[in-house]
């Protein structure tokens, strides 16, 4: 949350170059104060799991946030019951009449097909065109990142060699962007995923910019200049084990598989992982609700276009 101080104060316009959330006496007056209303559109397969994660960061704030669960309506997850699904979660048909202040499109284990041949493809490209103008700022993360650059902007993927899996070093390069308020300037992130997006795609399009990026896992956090859409490449919002299940499934299923990096303690998966993403997983989810959502959102959702 800000700090509220007299405009004429001297840190005012020092904190200010420092990136620090400080508001004006007159703006902090003029302000209404509501529940945000996120919508979470969960397409990954371990949806209880996923819904614990993500609703663990947005809760780590003082503000009050009202969350819509969202699922697909033209393919539905064989690892969770109907019951779950119809008394926790709405569909797209049910939500599309109402506006939000953010919208989370999770990532989803289906990275390797191409988009058009995902079942749900054409509801999925109708939830993001209608998030355009319903809702003022979209995360979308992973797969769901990949997939938002390409429908709204025609980025591709492209496949790795191999899965990149592990924790990874990133670094900041625009320290002054309010998503990135508080950052290190170096900060660990989890990534898990055969595809890719590259900055040469990215840098053709104008209107976007490369926030945060990894020596070895690449893109990782493309916004537009409106702060309206944000496309996050890893998964700051996995637990510690995370990435240890996923290992334990692939080796099950007799997969090529080598262990994450940077994960086990000397690289042993008996070992019980090390978490370094944790601090920073917070930051990013309460910068988005904080600076973002919050500050930005009309007091009347139905004035958002």
């Not at 509220?4 to 007159?26: C, G």
């Not at 099950?252 to 601090?279: H, Q, R």
Request: aromatic fraction near 12%; glycine fraction near 4%; charged fraction near 20%.
């Amino acid at each position: 949350m800000p700090i509220k101080i007299a405009d004429a104060l001297p840190a005012y316009s020092t904190l200010m170059q420092e990136n620090i959330f400080v508001m004006s006496e007159d703006r902090a007056e003029h302000q209404d104060i509501r529940p945000l209303h996120i919508a979470i559109v969960n397409l990954m397969p371990t949806k209880v799991e996923t819904e614990t994660q993500l609703l663990r960061l947005l809760g780590n704030t003082p503000l009050q946030v009202e969350i819509t669960l969202v699922h697909t309506a033209t393919y539905i997850s064989k690892n969770i019951s109907q019951e779950h699904l119809s008394h926790f979660y709405k569909t797209f048909e049910q939500i599309k009449h109402e506006k939000f202040d953010g919208m989370i499109i999770t990532g989803a284990p289906i990275e390797q097909m191409a988009f058009e041949d995902v079942d749900y493809w054409a509801e999925l490209r109708e939830i993001m065109a209608w998030s355009v103008t319903n809702v003022y700022s979209t995360l979308h993360i992973c797969w769901g990142a990949q997939a938002g650059l390409y429908f709204h902007y025609g980025i591709p993927k492209h496949l790795r060699k191999e899965k990149l899996s592990g924790i990874y070093r990133h670094r900041v390069l625009i320290p002054t962007h309010p998503l990135l308020r508080g950052f290190d300037d170096w900060f660990y992130v989890p990534h898990s995923r055969y595809t890719e997006v590259l900055k040469a795609d990215i840098e053709k399009v104008s209107g976007l910019d490369i926030l945060t990026c990894s020596d070895v896992a690449g893109i990782h956090i493309v916004a537009d200049r409106d702060c309206r859409k944000f496309f996050v490449t890893g998964h700051s919002e996995y637990d510690r084990g995370t990435l240890a299940a996923e290992y334990a499934r692939d080796v099950g299923k007799g997969l090529p598989t080598k262990v994450p990096d940077n994960y086990f303690p000397s690289g042993n998966p008996d070992e019980i992982p090390v978490m370094l993403w944790k601090a920073h997983a917070s930051l990013l989810f309460s910068n988005w609700l904080n600076f973002i959502v919050y500050q930005h959102t009309p007091y009347n959702l139905s004035e958002i276009r």
